[in-house]
């Protein structure tokens, strides 16, 4: 899993994933929310 994988995935994000193995966000999502306790490598404010 990569970093901004991670990064979506914690923030509530959808990941898709293509026939060719890339990966990529679906376009109007409404789940996105900040994490509670933050990310290891972003710092929220």
């Known amino acids: 899993e990569s970093d901004m994988e991670s990064f979506c995935n ?14 990529f966000l ?10 509670k306790g933050g990310h290891p490598m972003y710092n929220f404010e």
């Not at 914690?10 to 990966?23: F, N, Q, R, Y």
């Not at 376009?27 to 996105?32: A, G, I, L, P």
């Open 10 to 23: 914690l923030c509530g994000l959808e990941t898709i994933t293509d026939e060719t193995g890339k990966k």
């Open 26 to 35: 679906p376009t109007k999502q409404n789940s996105f929310n900040f994490p």
